[in-house]
């Protein structure tokens, strides 16, 4: 099957489907993290996506194909950061921790797969 939008991507589903939990996770967060980490771990999840997104646009060009995502697996790690604070915080419980980052775990494997063969995304 021929991938022809990056939202065909298996790991944009998956760190999209991430990012929308990780929103309604948030809306639970303290009035006082609102421009802070609510904001801080929104934008990393979403970003993750964005330069998923970007990546797949430049896919033609394997320097930048690559360089989007690593742009991407950034932010899915700043991301884990963002986790880790709201389980120390007392934000998030153990198991939604725990799945969230096992999430970004596989996403991350994902990322780092495609641009170690970027070769077999250009077209």
Known sequence: ???RSHRELEVYILSFD???K???MSKGFPKEETYSLTDQIRR???SVCANLAEAFRKR???KSFV???SDSESEAAETQTWLDFSLNCGYIT???HND???TYNKTLGKLVNMALHPENWSW
């Open 1 to 3: 099957m021929k991938i």
């Open 18 to 20: 991430t990012a929308m």
């Open 22 to 24: 990780i929103f309604e």
């Open 44 to 46: 990393s999840s979403r």
């Open 60 to 62: 033609r060009y394997p």
């Open 67 to 69: 360089s989007k995502l």
């Open 94 to 96: 153990e198991t939604e």
């Open 100 to 102: 969230l980052n096992e």
